[in-house]
């Protein structure tokens, strides 16, 4: 049985990051535009999918989302004392290495039995134009496993933040779009993963190309 929302800490915690940090960065200093907020349920598990071309991208959408979204990290960041249990506060869950695949179901499935809205990239690394060329199927594996709702969500000029060889962000203009709601698929059947996975992407390279 799911419970209908992340716990109240991690609420507390996302609203002061989102309100302290994420969002006069993204507002102010990234100029950020968000169109379809308004689509996003704010209570209940739920697949948020996007395209990838930053290591911005996750607080940026978290913070559009107005409420967490979890997101999974290596492993080994879960062995530091203090920063564990703020990491997973924020809604972040392990995945081993060499493993990733069955603990990242595990863990993300794990997250939405909890209530959270979990985020995952389509194709599950970084492109360079923020185009998803080869959309992996982990993303609606878990959708159907769960029987949750599917958000796609395009990230616009986010590949543009940090320019090679420099470590400083640069105050380039960010648009977020949410798209509508996509059912999961009815089952695990690659066929069935495969036409849910394509519709995502259509959804996302549509709003994308919407642009600013």
Not at 82 to 100: D, F, N, T
Not at 119 to 126: A, D, I, N, V
Not at 170 to 186: C, E, F, L
Request: proline share 9%; net charge positive.
């Amino acid at each position: 049985m799911s419970k209908n929302r992340e716990p109240f800490a991690s609420l507390v915690l996302y609203r002061l990051f989102k309100w302290s940090v994420v969002s006069p960065v993204f507002q102010g200093y990234l100029r950020g535009r968000i169109y379809g907020a308004e689509k996003v349920p704010q209570a209940g598990p739920l697949v948020v999918v996007s395209n990838h071309a930053s290591d911005f991208d996750p607080p940026i959408l978290s913070c559009c989302m107005r409420r967490p979204v979890a997101y999974m990290a290596k492993e080994e960041l879960f062995r530091v004392p203090l920063l564990k249990q703020g990491i997973e506060l924020y809604g972040a869950y392990p995945v081993k290495r060499g493993s990733a695949d069955r603990s990242a179901i595990r863990a993300a499935l794990n997250c939405l039995s909890e209530g959270w809205a979990i985020g995952l990239f389509l194709q599950g690394t970084r492109t360079p134009d923020a185009r998803i060329t080869e959309p992996k199927l982990g993303a609606m594996m878990i959708a159907a496993k769960a029987q949750v709702p599917i958000l796609p969500v395009s990230l616009w000029g986010t590949e543009a933040i940090l320019k090679k060889g420099s470590p400083i962000p640069r105050p380039v203009p960010v648009t977020v779009r949410i798209g509508d709601i996509i059912a999961p698929p009815s089952s695990t059947k690659r066929g069935e993963l495969e036409a849910v996975t394509q519709q995502c992407t259509e959804a996302i390279h549509t709003l994308h190309d919407l642009g600013r």
